[in-house]
């Protein structure tokens, strides 16, 4: 079964249809590279899986469970939507780390804030005393999981940093790290790169491929085009909020079969 | 005529007293206003258009008047234009008309401290907050509160030092505030006339206490001051 399946994604501002009819579906330990020109809607796309804007039209389903359909409003409810959108994890072109809270804290605090609400259950049910060991021992676990996630992105000395100490590569990998500690069935990347200085690009890319390596289902939209080509197991062409060409990264980028597409590679090489 | 020495403890006495009422409208101000600035933060950035055109104009209206004249409106116009003198004459009258006038008037001007505050932090900070499945409270209070805090800290001093300067307009309806009280020596009271010196120096009064102030807002501001962004 595909841990992904989009179907008939339609999304307008305004009079603008943006995306227009997106059906796309992706299976799990998949890296799928988004490509496309200005205005096509590839972030729409990533912010509509994500909950940050409500498509008009189609459904989302994640394992085969369906997490928004357009026609079922209780997916649209703030408080479904939260539990659904932790299926998925975002990466920001402009990272929105929380400039307030140190690297490490950064990252507990979405897990620490979970923890408190379901401790709040655990307690009705097994008493107080059970509760506060029990709490004590998973936030223990959180603190563990997250300095491990810091190291994965090579940033153990930094844990006390503040995001403002941080050049933007390194504050773009902590973000990273905060996605990944909720374990995101799939995470996502908008344009994660192309924030940052060119010499910095290098390190975050590599924290990217080994993401992919372990198996981590991953939507990257990137102009990277070598980082797509050695790690996308699949490559789509969005254009005008339609998939214009999808396939492997050797169709899409050496065999397009569609004019547009052309173009466009040849306008980014 | 008594020698400065003598004068000096019985001016210092009433002006004591004097400033005693100015504190109190100070405080009394802070905390009504205060709060209800943010409510009006929030009406003048509401998405229902109406309510927030409406919030805005009297926003406009309070700011771009005199709060001398607001003073006199709030105290005399029950009285003179509708025949009901809510306040009474008295001075507890006159310290609540005056409470009223300064609460509305600094509320609109902390509403738009707070606005800009609010406004300021960059909307993907709420966005990370929900991506990360947080709810709207947890958003409000883990991720912006301290930053739209760091961001109002230095106009709202700005702001709460003329409230302190400001507080002596309530001498025009005769509030009996360090002014007043320093005034009376030019008149006469307690033995004393036709002395300018005291009215001079409740000035004293306010730059101690602004002083104070300053020094308070400081610290906050280096406390803060421990990130960026
Ligand atoms: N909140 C919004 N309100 C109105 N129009 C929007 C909004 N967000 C995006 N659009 C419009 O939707 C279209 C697609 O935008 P989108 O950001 O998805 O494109 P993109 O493929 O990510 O482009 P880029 O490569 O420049 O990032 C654009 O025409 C954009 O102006
Ligand atoms: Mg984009």
């Known amino acids: 079964m595909a841990i992904l399946e989009i179907k008939n994604l339609h999304k307008r501002f305004g009079n603008n249809e943006v995306l227009k009819g997106i059906d796309l579906t992706l299976e799990k330990g998949n890296v799928l590279v988004i490509i496309g020109s200005s205005g096509g809607g590839k972030t729409t796309l990533l912010r509509c899986i994500n909950f940050l804007e409500k498509p008009d039209k189609g459904t989302i389903s994640v394992n085969g469970k369906t997490v928004f359909d357009s026609d079922d409003p209780s ?37 620490k804030l979970a923890l408190k609400a379901e401790m709040k259950e655990y307690k009705k049910q097994n008493g107080a005393s059970a509760a506060k060991a029990e709490k004590a021992r998973r936030l223990k676990a959180i603190e563990e999981n997250a300095k491990n996630l810091l190291e994965q992105v090579g940033l153990s000395e930094k844990a006390a940093a503040y995001p403002f100490e941080l050049s933007g590569g390194q504050q773009q990998r902590v973000a990273i790290a905060r996605a990944l500690a909720l374990e995101p069935d799939i995470l996502c ?81 | 005529m008594m020698s400065f020495s003598q004068q000096f403890p019985i001016v210092l006495n009433a002006l004591n007293v004097g400033f005693l009422q100015t504190l109190k409208l100070f405080i009394v101000t802070l905390l009504g206003a205060l709060p209800l600035g943010l409510i009006i933060s929030f009406g003048s950035m509401s998405k229902f258009k109406p309510l927030s055109k409406l919030v805005k104009t009297i926003v406009w209206i309070i700011r771009g008047s005199p709060l001398m004249i607001q003073l006199i409106i709030v105290f005399y116009m029950p009285g003179i234009v509708f025949g009901n003198p809510i306040w009474g004459g008295g001075e507890t009258g006159r310290f609540a008309a005056a409470a009223v006038a300064f609460i509305i008037n600094y509320a609109c001007y902390f509403s738009e401290i707070y606005r800009g505050g609010i406004e300021g932090v960059p909307y993907g900070q709420q966005e990370a907050g929900e991506v990360l499945g947080l709810t709207k409270s947890q958003i409000f209070f883990k991720i912006k509160l301290l930053q739209v805090i760091k961001r109002i800290v230095p106009p709202m001093s700005n702001e709460i030092i003329t409230l302190v300067k400001d507080t002596s307009l309530a001498r025009i309806i005769a509030l009996q505030e360090v002014i007043w009280a320093g005034e009376s020596f030019l008149k006469g009271s307690h033995g004393i006339a036709g002395q300018i010196w005291p009215l001079f120096f409740t000035a004293v009064y306010y730059l101690l206490f602004n002083g104070l102030l300053t020094i308070l807002f400081g610290k906050l501001e280096k406390k803060l001051d421990y990130y960026r962004g």
């Open chain 1, 75 to 111: 997916t649209t409810v703030y408080k479904n939507i939260r539990k659904n959108r932790l299926h998925f994890g975002l990466v920001f072109q402009q990272f929105n780390l929380f400039p307030h809270y140190s690297v490490l804290n950064n990252i507990m605090l979405a897990p």
């Open chain 1, 189 to 269: 990347f908008d344009e994660p790169t192309s924030a940052l200085d060119p010499e910095l690009v290098g390190e975050v890319l590599r924290v990217l491929k080994e993401l992919a390596k372990s198996g981590k289902t991953m939507i990257v939209v990137t102009h990277e085009m070598r980082f797509a080509k050695e790690v996308a197991d699949r490559v789509i062409f969005v254009n005008e909020g339609t998939i214009a060409e999808d396939g492997t990264p050797e169709q899409v980028f050496d065999n397009p079969q569609k004019e547009r597409t052309k173009q466009f590679l040849q306008s980014i090489l």
